[in-house]
Nanobody, 118 residues
Framework: QVQLVESGGGLVQAGGSLRLSCAAS????????LGWYRQAPGKQREFVAT???????NYADSVKGRFTISRDNSKNTLYLQMNSLKPEDTAVYYC????????????WGKGTLVTVSS
């Protein structure tokens, strides 16, 4: 029932910017903790940033000062503004919705590819 669709990925030169979006349907969006994760070629999926229902945003050390996560509950949309991109940011970026009140609810999008050239 819950569906997440990422968009905004593409090819960009080092130092450039991209804005990723994640449109959610089938959920009470405002009740979920949201996050972005990424998987680089040949590596495991890793944490990028989260923006919980309540609480402060969290960022991986590798993206602090460059990426900004935000949410618009009225539009059921999650964003990731990525500035000063580096080649090591190249990965498939995944949107995540999570809630653990009664049971674990953990939903993922299909991902959007970000490629940063050197």
């Amino acid at each position: 029932q819950v569906q997440l669709v990422e968009s905004g990925g593409g090819l960009v030169q080092a130092g450039g910017s991209l804005r990723l979006s994640c449109a959610a349907s089938g959920s009470i969006f405002r009740l979920y903790d949201l996050g972005w994760y990424r998987q680089a070629p040949g590596k495991q999926r890793e944490f990028v940033a989260t923006i919980p229902r309540g609480g402060s945003t969290n960022y991986a050390d590798s993206v602090k000062g460059r990426f900004t996560i935000s949410r618009d509950n009225s539009k059921n949309t999650l964003y990731l503004q990525m500035n000063s991109l580096k080649p090591e940011d190249t990965a498939v970026y995944y949107c995540n919705l999570r809630r653990s009140i009664v049971r674990l609810e953990d939903y993922w999008g299909k991902g959007t590819l970000v490629t940063v050239s050197s």
